[in-house]
């Protein structure tokens, strides 16, 4: 029983030193934790929140004078006060760890309010406000990435002139702008990593709302404007896909959510008509 008992704690164990300690890798691993653990919880508490059978739940902070304070004012406390904290203690133990897991928990707090930062209003259940599941996503797979080794750039050595490191990268930075502006954020975010991915994203139709199309479709070329339009139009299985995750991660919008609830309502509303004339029956 003692066996079955140390043999979870000792791969924890090892895991922990050879694999994350010994690579000087455990602060990003913690990092990394910790904004999964805290967007998941934010997002959670908020739907309970917002669910009527969880009144009890406590809600958002609200001032005495209506003020509203975010969760992503928090977050930004813990990652200024956590950082900052970071560089005093040069990186040793435990300070850095502790400091790790605090801007863990900063950054999930924060992203989780992603969309307020873009639309600078309060767009949490909104369609718009749904950017902040994309953005929690891309993030994790950055920091994810960034754990198992990968590097969007290589440090070059002093004298070396002008390396080919420097030239590959600003190429692949070039490519993720390309992407970013076809509205391709996944092949922007893991393409500064995986380099033919952000050559695929560059190459391909832009998004028919993206800059990129704003600028060389429309007028300019209707072909490519009808193409990215039937390429993305709301209907395709990726698009339905991703509408599916965020219901599941983020919760349904707003609009959906209220009407959801208020056809329930008439539901239970007319079952108890039914139940009132059948008891009046005789």
């Not at 490191?165 to 390309?178: D, H, P, Q, R």
Request: overall charge positive; some cysteine.
């Amino acid at each position: 029983m003692v066996a079955s008992l140390n043999t979870p704690a000792s791969f924890v164990s090892d895991f922990w030193h050879d694999q994350l300690v010994a690579q000087e890798r455990q602060a990003l691993f913690l990092v990394l934790v910790a904004f999964l653990a805290s967007f998941g919880f934010i997002r959670f508490s908020a739907r309970l929140g917002r669910s009527p059978r969880f009144s009890w739940w406590p809600g958002s902070v609200v001032s005495d004078s209506g003020v509203h304070l975010h969760h992503l004012v928090w977050g930004i406390c813990l990652m200024l006060g956590a950082g900052t904290a970071g560089f005093a203690t040069f990186g040793s133990s435990p300070g850095l760890e502790i400091c790790a897991a605090l801007f863990g928990i900063g950054a999930g707090l924060t992203i989780d309010e992603f969309a307020l930062w873009v639309y600078l209003e309060d767009v949490y259940w909104s369609r718009e406000g749904r950017a902040s599941i994309d953005a929690a996503v891309l993030a994790a797979a950055a920091m994810l990435l960034v754990l198992l080794g990968g590097r969007p750039f290589e440090p070059a050595e002093r004298g070396s002139g002008l390396p080919l490191e420097l030239v590959a990268g600003a190429i692949v930075i070039s490519l993720g702008v390309i992407c970013l502006a076809k509205q391709r954020l996944l092949h922007a975010t893991v393409g500064c990593f995986v380099w033919p991915l952000a050559l695929y994203g560059a190459a391909r139709i832009a998004k028919p709302g993206s800059a990129w199309a704003r600028r060389f479709y429309g007028n300019r070329s209707p072909r490519k404007q009808g193409k990215a339009q039937r390429r993305f139009h709301r209907d395709r299985h990726t698009e339905r896909f991703k509408e599916r995750f965020r219901d599941a991660v983020g919760g349904e919008p707003d609009e959906v959510y209220r009407a959801r609830l208020k056809q329930a309502a008439a539901v239970r509303d007319a079952a108890a008509r039914i139940r009132e004339r059948a008891d009046r029956a005789p």
